[in-house]
């Protein structure tokens, strides 16, 4: 068991060291927002991101994204449209693993019937604004407050020091065992074997 214990405990030192290969998708939500001057806990925006962190300076930028997702709308990088012929242009975009996470993203749609709008800047606010026919143009906006909750999975890459913490008490498990199994063998009483 211990055996198996330390096994998990070593990988997660590999994989968590400084330099070690990054994920290549995470998934993230910011939930809770003021709007109109009211927070309110159930608003959510919600969405994915790939790419890899390819100069390895634990920073994932904008052009080393494969994709990016922001509610329902799907950007591959490199194209303009997001899937549904919605026009997107991401600007700004930043994901550092410790886990900050920045973006601007600029949308709209229009066709014989409809127009909508939006921006969305990752830690102040999404605003946006359509219609529908000939009626009249309405408009949201949502600020984000210090109770704005982010999530983000995989969760972020512990600091350097935590990992140097790590592997200092990996260290100090796998002598502590050692030591235990010597202390265990010198108690144990040699009994002859009768021949």
Known sequence: MWKHSMAG?????VTLAPGAQAQTGWSYSFTGFESEGVFDPALQIHGFFAGSDSNGDGILEQHELRRFSWNDMLL?????YCWGGIYCDLSGFRYSLDGQLDFRLDWRYSDDMAFSS?????GSFIESAGSVGSGAVTG????WTE???FVINPPPVPEP???AMLGAGLRRAAAWRVMRRRRDSVRE???ATPT
Do not use: F, K, M, N
């Open 9 to 13: 405990l070593a990988l997660a030192a």
């Open 76 to 80: 591959e990088l490199g194209d303009e």
């Open 118 to 122: 939006g921006t969305t800047v990752a």
């Open 140 to 143: 949201r906006l949502w600020r």
């Open 147 to 149: 109770q704005t909750r």
């Open 161 to 163: 020091g935590q990992s």
């Open 189 to 191: 009483p040699h009994t």
